[in-house]
Every structure is written in C-alpha cells, then in structure tokens.
C-alpha cells in the first residue's frame, strides 16, 4: 500500500450561501448587495448592485457546467462534509478563502461594503472556524476605505482570525498598496500576527463594462492566456509591498501569495535587486535590507501542480515554498490529491518536502499542530 502524505494546504475555498449578505444585513443595506434576475430566454441576465444596475450576457451551458463542477466538491459548502475530503485527501489544515468577495470591487457604498464584509467575517468565524485550526478562514476587509479596513481588522484580531485575504489590487477607487495611506493598516496586521494572504485572479472587474470574472483576452488561446495572466497580479503586489518599504518597516509582517506557483519569488526578488542596485538614487524611502533578504523571509507562495515549484527550495534558496491544494476548484488537486504529493515529492528530500507540505505553513500558523504522520 501506497504511504499517505499528509500535507497542509495554503490555498483552499468556501463557498457561503448565496443569500449571506440580504438575509444578514438590515433591509436598508441588504437592497444594495448583488442581486441577479435573469431574463426568461436564460440567455442574459440584469446585475444590481449597490445602486447601479447593467446587463450581461449569461454563460453558456458548457461553461456553466464548468463552473458547477467547481463546487461538486461535497464539502465546497459545508463543514462536516469537508472534514471526510480532508481526510480522504490528506490534507490536515488548510487556509480558506472566501467566494462571495469577488464583488467587492463592484461595491461604491462604503458603508454597504464594510457591513457586508462583517457580516461575512461574523459568518465564517462561527461556522468556518469551528473547525480550526484545520480550517483557518481568512477575514475579509473593505479595500475601497481604509478606516474601515483598519477598524475591521483590529475586530477580526479580537476573535481570533490569523489571516486575512487581500485582492492582488486594491478597489479602484483606492490609492494602491504602495502608498503611505495603508501604513496604519499593515502595522495592525504585524502587531497582531496576522498574515496578508493575497489570492491570485483577484484584480478588480469592471462589471458595468460587461465584463466576467478573468477574461481579459480573448481569440486564439484566449483561455489559456486568461488563465496565465491570472498569476501576474501576486507578482505585483509583492513588489509593491517590496519596493515601497512595506515589508521592510514591519519586519513581522507575513505576506502569502496563494495559488501562484513558486518559482516567481526568486526571479522577482532577482528584478526588484537589479532595480534597487541601478535606480537606488530615486528611491524613497531607501531600504534597510536588499530587496532578496525582505523577500526570502516575509514572502509565501502557494503551488498545486506546478513541476519547477520545488526547485525554488532545492535550487534557488527559497524555502516559503508551500503546498495548496486550491478546494474545491476545477484548477485544483480534489479527487487526485495523493497522486498529485506523490508525483510531487517522492524522489524529492524528505527535509524539504516537510517544508513545503508541513513546516512552511505551521510557520504561518505555529498554532496548528503537527500533522498525523509527523505527530
Ligand atoms: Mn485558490
């Protein structure tokens, strides 16, 4: 018999009931959050939101099918069903990021976006979080007001939460992640341990353009080159975060970058070095550590399937390489999960493959216990 590998995942989903925020929130606010009608043809739909209303054409049924096989996971909506996948996978704790804050950047209320996001934090804590510390929700905040996420992030540090979830760009209504304005709110985040968890594919959408989640390209290998461009944005936000002196301020602070591959850590840190060394005259602030020492020891990154992955720890001296098993979407390892660890990390040395299934993640997490084979 084939040995199980356990493993921790740094990239993992929930999906929230559809009707979370209108059946949470006071009838004022509730009439503002995403609602859909859908014309009787089944062809388009109408979206509301927040006031503004603009139509779209609905998915096909080849891709709806898609897009339903993303949640056929038993556990993708329900806590107990999940543990048995965990367990039929091997998977011991995983990080969980929410699914209906893909339209926060839709939001332009920011009172509606604050309250609706409370109300999911609320929501996952009681339900998502009584499972911990195998499952760890990350806490969302508003990225359209700062305040806001400053004060919402000092509530979810008060009940418990270790993470939070970022969009690779903040809303577009916002300065970017380089500026000053959110000093306030990553010397919160250090102080209370808390990790930035950046998920990639997470750049704002332009809804009332008509446009679908990740579509920016279309025409030959227009879904391949969709789904490839989806990386780019944890790349970015790394940098920011890099090169305006972020990380560097706030030593403590831990940012993950999940579902991006790993080998992008070393050749970022390598461009941001050679922009430091040729252009350091015109930076302000200046930095107290090269750009590679602030990436190496604040920056995580989360694979599934990626081949040159390992090679980031066992070639390139880059050891936040950890594992992610993406739950329960299509992209991820549901159904195949120890043949994806085995393929992965049979011939690979034991020392680092415990660092990238176990260590690097309870190094994010040192309150979640060592797994069953390593106990
Ligand atoms: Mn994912």
Known sequence: MVEKIWANSGDSHFLEPDDLWRESLPPRLAELVPRSEKDPDGEWETVHIDGMSFRRKLPTSAQQEFF?????????????????????????????????????????????LREALRVSNDWAWATIDQAQPRLISTAQVSTLDIDDAVHELERVAELGFKAVFLPVTPHPLQVDYNRKEWEPFWTVAEQAGIVLAFHIGTDPIDLSAGASAGVVFRGPGGAVLNYTETTFGGQRAVTKMVASGALDRHPDLKVLVSEGGATWVPFIADRIEEGYRQHHMAVRPKLDRTPREIIYSQVYASFQHDQSAIAAATSMGYHNVLWGSDYPHMEGTYGHTQKTLHDLFDHVDPTIKHRITIGAYRELFPHVPATPTTA
């Open 68 to 112: 339903d096989a993303s949640s056929r996971a038993p556990g993708a909506a329900n806590v107990d069903l999940r543990m048995k996948d965990l367990d039929q996978e091997g998977i011991w704790s995983e990080l969980v990021f929410p699914s209906l804050g893909m339209w926060s950047s839709s939001f332009r209320t920011p009172e509606v």
